[in-house]
């Protein structure tokens, strides 16, 4: 997949472009109806599949003060459309200017700039200033062009829509199982391991601590879970929390630390995602070390019995928790 800042580093003449255009966060189930049919489209007219998005998201423009946190970086949407076969991926950069220019103008100046064929859309799909603009003001102006427009409807689970809104409520929530089935693979946070205070390796436990590079991070809580680095994977127990039976007063936003199964080695500085498969408990302080040392025995071993019991089903069915 080949990505670019501007549509105009692809002017170079391009095999029948079908574009889709969308902030595209998280990429959940509904944004891989639209994703799959513009690959498949493109396919069918040995064509091109162009995704454009925006850089940084329209709402830290308009209105920061409310703008939702990111539930991905940009290294891990940009992996997933390269595995889900888009050719070129726009990260358009995203300005006050931009967010003012009417519908009609948004068309002629952004996309109708070069030689589109066919353009593909979420069925709510809205632009322009003040998102005046609509999939009806889309087909009318593009049916001028003779550029057919694509609106996919919503996916539904359990009686609701899927969104990124919906995640990010589901993680606060602490229900990554849930977030996992609208997503189609666990939640995955990416950090940098940074030096903790050393209590686990004390306790028996060593952890590695992150510094998030998601805007993300799931609710308080002990969660089963598998870590990524290197090319590795292994199985893992999420903390985020305070570590209550350790400090009488904590403070601070609330430490995220993996403590990987059958690993050693020093991660200092390294980078490692980890996948939510599942929410053991949530965190609580206990009578004594000793007490809290037997808890986390037995949450390792929720989590060696969970993640083999799933491992079958998840690589066949979504290649995720």
């Known amino acids: 997949m080949r990505t670019v800042n ?19 966060d998280g990429i959940h189930k509904g944004h891989q109806a639209i994703i799959r049919f513009l690959v498949d489209r493109a396919r069918e007219k040995d064509g091109t599949s162009i995704v454009l998005t ?11 003060a409310t703008a939702p946190p990111l539930l991905q970086t940009g290294e891990q949407k940009e992996r997933i459309l390269r595995d889900m076969g888009v050719d070129i991926l726009v990260r358009f950069p995203f300005s006050r200017e931009l967010s003012l220019l009417p519908p009609e103008r948004f068309l002629t100046e952004v996309l109708f700039a070069w030689d589109l064929r066919e353009i593909v859309v979420g069925a709510n799909f809205r632009f322009g200033h003040k998102r005046s603009g609509d999939v009806h003001t889309l087909r009318e102006m593009s049916s001028q062009r003779g550029i057919p427009v694509h609106a996919i409807e919503p996916v539904h689970l359990r009686g609701g829509r899927i969104s990124s809104t919906r995640v990010r409520t589901l993680l606060k929530e602490g229900r990554p199982e849930l977030a996992r089935r609208l997503l189609g693979r666990a939640y995955q946070l990416r950090g ?14 060593p952890t590695a601590n992150l510094e998030p590079q998601n805007d993300v991070v799931p609710a308080v809580g002990v969660y089963a879970g598998r870590a990524y680095l290197g090319g590795q994977e292994t199985a893992c127990v999420i903390n985020i929390g305070f ?15 993996a403590h990987l199964l059958d690993f050693k080695g020093d991660l200092y500085g390294t980078t490692v995602s980890l996948d939510f498969c599942l929410r053991l408990r ?7 070390v000793d007490s809290l040392k037997k808890q986390i025995a037995k949450d390792i071993a929720v989590t060696r019995k969970y993640l083999t019991h799933f491992e079958r089903i998840s690589r066949i069915q979504d290649k995720s928790c």
């Open 54 to 64: 925006f850089n940084p998201h329209p709402q830290r423009i308009i209105t920061p």
């Open 6 to 24: 501007d549509l105009a580093d692809i002017r170079d003449s391009l095999s029948y472009p079908v574009l889709s255009i969308g902030a595209f």
């Open 282 to 288: 949530a965190e609580k302080r206990f009578e004594s």
């Open 243 to 257: 570590r209550p039976t350790l400090y009488e007063r904590p403070e601070g936003a609330p430490v995220i630390e």
């Open 192 to 205: 940098t391991v940074v030096r903790g205070a050393g209590n686990g390796a004390v306790l028996g436990f």
